[in-house]
């Protein structure tokens, strides 16, 4: 679970404190989000659904997700933030990090296509979670470039990596092949620098 414990609270990165019991809430709605993918697909996933999945009352899972595309957000940004630090530098391991973003949920086709779907979403809470998604890659990108990272390299990566997702969201290609191909691209880049 992302956060830290602090006395009987635990703080979430996109929400305000919550208690044990609020936190534990949300990562059965979350957990349930991705069951309930797995099976009804984005189309047929409701919040109502995952609340029951959850064991929770849809009122309570409202409480803390506005809408599915918040949920599914959510879902990925727990993954993201659950990565372990990126230790060593240098232009294999920006390509390592790109790799490992990528197959975040690349062995779950409904929840990658629905996480590309939910993260386009222009919702308040979904624009936030995509901001700290941004923020977290792009800090990673630089932990592994290392100090001095060239700004354009940097957004180029970005680029390259949000094209990817779309590219793979669209359907031109499957999730697991665009890390490979994320990562040829990182190479490309890379080595004309």
């Known amino acids: 679970m992302s956060g830290h414990v602090s006395g009987e609270l635990t703080t979430e990165p996109t929400r305000r404190r919550l208690t044990e019991r609020q936190a534990d809430t949300v990562r059965r709605l979350t ?6 993918v797995r099976e009804a697909g984005y189309e047929g996933l409701t919040v109502r659904n995952v609340a029951k999945r959850a064991g929770v009352a849809p009122a309570t899972a409202y409480t ?6 918040h949920l ?3 879902v990925f940004w727990r993954r993201l933030s659950a990565l372990a630090p990126v230790e060593g530098t240098g232009k294999a391991k920006a390509v390592e990090v790109l790799r490992e973003i990528a197959l ?4 779950e086709p409904e929840l990658a296509g629905a996480c590309t779907t939910a993260m386009l979403g222009t919702d308040p ?8 998604i941004g923020v977290a890659i792009r800090e990673r990108l630089e932990a592994a470039l290392g100090s001095g990272a060239d700004p354009k390299v940097l957004g180029a990566l970005e680029l390259a990596y949000a ?5 793979a969201g669209m359907g031109y290609t ?5 890390a490979d191909r994320l990562a040829e691209m990182a190479e490309l880049i890379l080595n004309n620098t």
Not at 31 to 36: R, T
Not at 64 to 69: D, E, H, L, R
């Open 31 to 36: 957990d349930a989000a991705v069951e309930e």
């Open 64 to 69: 803390y997700f506005a809408s599915k595309n």
């Open 72 to 74: 599914i957000t959510e």
């Open 104 to 107: 975040l949920v690349s062995d």
């Open 125 to 132: 809470d979904v624009r936030e979670l995509r901001v700290r």
């Open 163 to 167: 094209g990817a997702l779309v590219h």
């Open 174 to 178: 499957s999730y697991a092949r665009m």
